[in-house]
Structure formats: C-alpha cells, structure tokens
C-alpha cells in the first residue's frame, strides 16, 4: 500500500495527459510542444540547480558508477546480439535500436519524478551523480554503434564530429555538465537565480508527466508487441535486477544509493531510442512501441521495486 501510495499519484497525471489527448483538449502538436519545453527548459534549469547545490562527498566509491554503467553496458550488448538469433534478417542499426531500447532508461520523465518522490532530496545524490554521465556515455555508445552499423565504411575521424554535435543539441547535458562545473566553483547560487531555477524546474515533473500520457495515447503497438515485449524483459525485468545484484552484493552500497540506482535502472525505454530511431531511419515503428509499452508495464515492475525498498519511502 506504501508503494502504491508513491506511485498511484503519479499514474494518475500520466492518466490526466492520456485523457487530455484521446478527448482531443490537447493536439499531438500540444505534446511535441510540452516535451520541447520539458526538455529545453524545465528539466534543464532543474538538473544545473540540483547538480550545482548539491555537497558531493569528499570520497565516493567508484562502484556507484560500475554499479549502474556496467550492467547497462552488458545488456545492451547481450539485448543487441540475442536479438540477431531471435528476429532474423533485420538490419544491422535495428538490433543496434533494440539493444539501447534494452538498457536506456526514461530518466528526466520518468526517473526524476517517481525516485524524488518516493525517497525524498536525499535520493538525489545517488540520482544526479548518476545524470551527470549518463547522457554523454550512452549516447555515444549508441551514435558509434549505429554509424558503425549504418556506414561500413566509417573513418574513426568522422565520429568525434557527430558526438560533439549530438551532445550540443541535448540541452539537459549541456545543463547536467554546467551543473557540476559550477558545483566545483563553490560559489552556490544567488536567492533570485536559486528562487527562478527552483521555480521553473518545479513544472518539470507535473508537465513530462502530462507529456509521458499523451504520448501513449497517440502510439499503436500492435504490429510490433513481439519486439516490445522482448526489449521490455531486457528493460524492466533484467536491466533493474543486474543493478540491484551488482550494487548491493559486489559493491555494497548505502541502501539508499541501493535503492536510487534501482529504480532508475527499473525506469521504461526513454525517448531517445525513439530519436535515434527516427534520425537513422531505423526500427522506429519499434522503438516508439517499446517505448509505449514499457512505460504501461512499467507500472507493476516499478510498484513491484517500491514494496521491496518499502522501509526506504518517504511518504
């Protein structure tokens, strides 16, 4: 009941967006522009606040990162290579597709507003430590692979071009980065500056929320479900299980930064595998269904990590 308690408000937004689009009181354009603003300026001024406030401790074990990294790196691989067995005779940059649909989690749409709510600010050491890297290590991983895979004549010199362009265009890692950058200055933050970032990142959680449903309200997954439901295993049952296993037992983390790093990992496919998707012109009936549906099934495998970190909630 605890864990219901966290996640049924949620679910009850993302129902309110679902509602909003399928009466037609938003268009598909009012969400596109929703997401646009979720991502260019509230979830930015959210992430640089956080980062920028936040007292990093004077010692942290790499196995915060090992714990997280590793396993999304593993499953991605293994997501990407089961899959030429499972579905033959696709394209080489549509297994690339599935396996970052395997292991890439809604972290900005998802992981921010149900991991904050659930265990409180304390979470969010563990949850922006994790940020801070998360863009610039997975997107390159997925734009080598898929140039890789898309162009068998690559140049090792063509790449740094592409990822330095990708990662310009990604206003949430340009924030995450000037976020830590100014944390290391020490110099805080201004009450007026701290009181507008506090203001504008506050519409971050209720809008992607919003956003999140009226996607689903626009995406059939009928066609592509047999895909869906093989990334959402990788995604939602094995992705948050390695987590848990490599945290708790190989690295013996604090419980909380346990928890945090589960639940992130527990999170849906993210959007980005459907931006991929579209950008190289691949697997994006795919990549948009399994995003749907891991988000919809996302909401027992999420309820299902809460009860098991119950005495973590705030609530």
């Known amino acids: 009941m605890i864990a ?11 129902a309110l967006g679902y509602l909003a689009v399928r009466r037609a009181v938003f268009s598909d354009d009012n969400i596109v522009t929703l997401n646009r603003f979720v991502f260019t300026l509230a979830a930015p001024a959210l992430l640089f606040r956080n980062v920028a406030l936040t007292e990093f401790p004077e010692t ?3 196995g915060l990162w090992l714990s997280y990294y590793g396993p999304l790196l593993a499953i991605m691989a293994l997501a990407w290579f089961l899959a030429k067995g499972v579905f033959q005779t696709r394209a080489r940059s549509e297994y690339v597709i599935i396996g970052f649909g395997g292991c890439f989690s809604n ?9 904050l709510t659930a265990f409180g600010p304390e979470a969010g050491l563990p949850l922006f430590l994790i940020l801070a890297f998360h863009g610039l290590l997975v997107f390159t991983t997925a734009i080598i692979s898929l140039e890789a895979a898309t162009k068998p004549n690559l140049r090792l010199a063509d790449l740094p071009p592409k990822i330095a362009q990708a990662m310009r265009e990604q206003v949430v890692i340009m924030a995450l980065a000037a976020g830590v950058v100014w944390n290391m200055t020490g110099l805080g933050l201004a009450a007026p500056v701290d009181r507008f970032l506090g203001l504008l990142g506050a519409a971050t959680i209720p809008v992607a929320l919003i956003a999140v449903g009226g996607r689903l309200a626009t995406v059939k997954i009928g066609d592509n479900l047999a895909t869906s439901l093989y990334i959402a295993a990788f995604k939602l049952v094995l992705m948050p299980l390695v987590v848990y296993i490599t945290a708790q037992f190989v690295f013996a983390l604090d419980p909380l930064f346990v928890a945090t790093l589960t639940l992130l990992a527990a999170m849906p496919t993210g959007v980005f595998a459907s931006v991929f998707a579209a950008q190289y012109q691949t697997a994006e009936a795919e990549a948009a269904s399994a995003i749907v549906t891991t988000t919809v099934l996302s909401a027992i495998t999420i309820a299902v990590w809460l009860s098991f970190f119950s005495p973590l909630l705030r609530v």
Do not use: D, N, Q
């Open 107 to 115: 972290t900005v749409m998802l992981g921010i507003p149900i991991i």
């Open 60 to 62: 942290l074990s790499v």
């Open 4 to 14: 219901l308690s966290v996640i049924a408000p949620i679910i009850a937004v993302i």
